[in-house]
């Protein structure tokens, strides 16, 4: 039956970039890209079951971390078999999804951490690796354009989804939003399966598309990628954890918001956070399209890295400068705020076309794989890297200016970590969009 399934085809389309990449990409990578929208409703899940949100944060750590490994493994399942790969996703991710409602409607939090942390985790892994090598190989000479387009439906879920999760918050309540939500993801990821297609002409080479994971594990310039990636994606979840409580420290030295009390304070600063919050979002994605695009017009993919690690260099050494937070330098907290999210993104879009540099298309999906085990890791440090250095600060009035100095040491290491990725000679051909050999069908 499943082999059935994954034969199926939309016959009456052609076959080309949009109808057989792009579009399916975004059908699997906006639903999946939801996983950013926690916030929204981790509070309400701690409150119906009479919990610490503290004890419910491990749902998003534990899917971020199967999102990470799964997908370290997945990689062969990908190159093989891009259908089954697409199916496996929406079954694990739709099935995860409407297992966290039914397990907040019998107030059993362990059902949460397994649907939402390893079964929608599993679909995170998988959906998120599956679109990458498709999309390389139709685009082939604008690889970084490409998966920048379909990594930026993934950064840009938070901001369709969030006022959407909370109108049927508000209209069916929190369990129903799961059922509702799942239904809509289930019929998205579906037509993503049935659109998703390899170009004409290629087929699987089981020979050349195999790779050691153990070899690939044993090159430093795989390590080099992936500290690199992995404190990236550290300190973006570090801050981004922090940036509410941020924001409002800042607002609350504002004379307007000075006297108020806590509610009142509340009240008036919602809309600037949420707003900040949603601009966030436009950066993260705007991150994602921008320096893989760059990246395309670059001699080595590394230099985007090293801009996007400049960047965040420079606009957190502005903090310590100008002691912004302290200070209540709304503008400058906000550049880092913007321009970090903006590598953040940029980080993750641009990693699969570095990755076929080193390593070359056929074994993308593996390599790709591995490296976001250190996604991973980073779920499972960041927010705790953010929460160990604000509780320990001895001064807790300057608790959050405490943290930028750790996050600019740690973006000093990912600098030198990709500087020494740069100085290692690329796969012969793979610069220029490396060219895939094809054979009849």
Known sequence: MLRGICSMQLKPLSDNPWTRAIIPALLIHIPIGTVYCWSVFKQLIADRMHVGASEVEWGFSLAIFFLGMSAAFAGPMVERNIKKSALVSMACFIVGFAGTGASIALNFLPGVFICYGAIMGVGLGVGYLTPVKNLMLWFSNN??????????????????????????????GLVNMFYVLAVIYAVMMFGGFLLI???????????????????????????????????????????????????????????????????????????IVATVLAVDSVF?????????TLSDHLKRRETSYVIIFVMSIAVCLLQIVTNSVDNALLWAVLA????????YGGGFSTLPVLLDQHFGTKTVSTTHGLTLSAWAFAGLSGNQLASFVITHTPDQTHRYAALIPVLTILFAIALASIWLVSRVKPLAGATAGASISRQAE
């Open 143 to 172: 690889k970084g354009l490409a998966t920048g387009i379909a990594v930026a439906g993934f950064g840009l879920a938070k901001a369709i989804a969030s006022p959407a999760m909370e109108f049927l918050i508000a209209t069916v």
């Open 197 to 271: 297609k390899r170009p004409k002409g290629w087929v699987y080479d089981a020979q050349a598309s195999h790779v050691s994971r153990r070899a690939i594990m044993r090159k430093p310039v795989f390590w080099g990628i992936w500290l690199a990636f992995y404190i990236n994606i550290t300190c973006g979840l570090a801050l981004i954890s922090q940036e509410k409580d941020i924001l409002r420290d800042v607002l609350r030295q504002f004379p307007r918001f000075a006297s108020m009390n806590p509610t009142a304070f509340a009240a008036a600063t919602a809309g």
């Open 284 to 292: 993260n994605t705007a991150g994602r399209i921008g320096f893989s």
């Open 336 to 343: 880092m705020l913007f321009l970090v999210n903006a590598g």
